[in-house]
């Protein structure tokens, strides 16, 4: 049974650092793709940002240069530094991973692996 389980989160300072951690346990390989979505009442499912074994990290707009994305393939890890907090920040976030590639697709529904999800609040 795939298992994905996050770490961290919790109550962070407007202009300061989190980190959160996921694992996916009961695989045999690699997970292929891995990444977080983040979801605030009343918004919609956001994807944070994703990585795919042998690339990059790709991120939502509102996230560049101040998180970042890191996989261990040989561990199936992944985790999301958040520098520079802002209150918008505030949601719950989950991590998701995929075996195969999605050919561009990002959408919620195109991750067959999602974790329980975690609390990030953000005061000012």
């Known amino acids: 049974q795939v298992q994905v389980v996050e770490s961290g989160g919790g109550l962070g300072q407007a202009g300061g650092s989190l980190r959160l951690s996921c694992v996916a346990s009961?695989?045999?390989?690699?997970?292929?793709?891995m990444g977080w979505f983040r979801q605030s009442p009343g918004k919609e499912r956001e994807l944070v940002g994703h990585?795919?074994?042998?690339?990059?990290?790709v991120y939502t707009d509102s996230v560049k240069g101040r998180f970042t994305i890191s996989k261990d393939n040989a561990k199936n890890t992944v985790s999301l530094q958040m520098n520079s907090l802002k209150s918008e920040d505030t949601a719950v976030y989950y991590c998701?991973?995929?075996?195969?590639?999605?050919?561009?697709?990002?959408?919620?529904?195109?991750?067959?692996?999602w974790g329980q999800g975690t609390q990030v609040t953000v005061s000012s």
């Open positions: 998701v991973g995929d075996l195969g590639s999605h050919f561009g697709v990002t959408v919620a529904a195109a991750f067959h692996f």
């Open positions: 009961g695989v045999t390989r690699c997970m292929y793709d």
């Open positions: 990585i795919v074994r042998g690339g990059s990290a």
